[in-house]
């Protein structure tokens, strides 16, 4: 009886199968390794953005004190004229995707081995981000300064208010910083010729990234900015 | 279309959503420009939300090309999201009715803008309020 049991498929059970599940040759997804890798560390961070958009939401929901008029903090006015509502977060907006659009092209062109191609469209990604990044500390520093938003309170209405907003836009801005540093990490690799034995997904993986970057926006503008 | 040599498409596909996206996010800006409420505003703000990021995920992120193992590893687990969301929502409004009823809040009250806070200070505000 010392026998290890087998099932009718031959494959082996308990422990011993166990170990064999996970050690056997197979493959479920067919693309490359660190592609499936960046795909579940994606799906992973939409668990963590999804938490803080719900909780977001059941705050908002369930505060008693008013909550404050987004399109009214969040407009800026020019030289002058009346303020201009939402306008900096909109002019963000189109920001990231126009840098998304140009990160889809450097995907595309690194497939076809076009390395300076690549590494200017990924370079432009990265400026796009980091012009992203400057104008929300801009946006910060004009909330934090001029109308004494905390996140523990501020003169508009549910405290609340300012804790969702530096947590949510603060994670967002983070994702976006490691994101034009990754970018330009890899840009420089191609530039240098790193990726022509490995092969260029690479700059999809990259791209991948960026894309959810761009798509967590998605969420934050609609549900932060515009509801 | 999916394989080993990687997503290969051709570019036009891309500056097509590209255009649709800008497209999209200014109809998204649109309706707080022009100042659309009520429902009408949460259903076309949602509605090119979803349009957004389905064009993303499906074409910019290559998923309508990969194979379905990884799509369904992709969009089968934030399903259960959807499930957290509607709980926080149902528990989320029986909170506020029951402070609404036993801690005496207004539930009409109205929030400040930066302009109520700045009227003396600003000048010009005020001035546009006016108009």
């Known amino acids: 009886m010392s026998n290890v049991a087998v099932n ?19 493959q479920t997804y067919h693309v490359p390794w660190g592609k499936a890798m960046m795909w579940i560390f994606l799906v992973s961070d939409t668990f963590i953005f999804t938490c803080f958009l719900t909780g977001y939401l059941n705050v908002r929901m369930t505060t008693t004190e008013p909550w404050p008029v987004q399109s009214e903090i969040f407009a800026l006015s020019f030289f002058g004229s009346d303020p201009i509502p939402l306008i900096l977060i909109a002019i963000m907006t189109f920001i990231l995707i126009t840098s998304s659009g140009t990160m889809a092209l450097a995907v595309n062109f690194g497939y076809r081995r076009d390395k300076i191609k690549t590494f200017w469209l990924m370079v432009a990604t ?3 981000g980091a012009s992203f990044v400057s104008m929300q500390a801009f946006e910060w520093s004009k909330l934090i300064l001029d ?3 905390r996140p523990w309170g501020n003169p508009f209405g549910a405290a609340q208010f300012g804790s969702v907003f530096f947590m949510i836009t ?25 990726y022509d034995k490995k092969g260029y997904e690479i700059v999809e993986i990259a791209g991948l990234y960026w894309h959810f970057v761009d798509l967590v926006w998605v969420f934050i503008f609609a549900f932060f900015y515009l509801l | ?21 800008f497209f999209l996010s200014g109809c998204s800006y649109a309706v707080d420009f022009f100042n659309v409420q009520g429902g009408m505003r949460w259903g076309l703000v949602i509605l090119f939300m979803i349009l957004k990021a389905g064009f993303i995920v499906a ?72 108009h």
Do not use: C
């Not at chain 1, 490691?178 to 890899?186: A, D, E, R």
């Open chain 1, 147 to 149: 109308e004494g938003v």
């Open chain 2, 59 to 130: 074409i910019f992120m290559h998923a309508v090309w990969e194979r379905m193992a990884l799509v369904f590893t992709i969009l089968g687990p934030p399903t259960v999201l959807l499930l957290l969301i509607s709980f926080m929502a149902v528990e989320g409004n029986y909170a506020s009715g029951t402070r609404y009823q036993y801690m005496g809040h207004d539930p009409d009250a109205v929030a400040l803008t930066p302009s109520d806070l700045h009227g003396e200070a600003g000048g010009h505000e005020e001035a546009a309020e006016e």
């Open chain 1, 170 to 194: 603060g994670f967002h801005g983070l994702h976006v910083s490691i994101g034009v540093i990754y970018l330009l990490i890899v840009a420089t690799k191609v530039r240098k010729g790193h």
């Open chain 2, 1 to 21: 279309m999916s394989s080993e040599a990687g997503q290969q498409h051709p570019l036009g596909i891309y500056y097509k959503i590209w255009v649709l996206l």
């Open chain 1, 126 to 128: 990265a400026a796009f």
């Open chain 1, 8 to 26: 009718q498929t031959g494959a082996q059970s308990g422990v011993n199968g166990l170990v064999d599940d996970w050690t056997s040759d197979k």
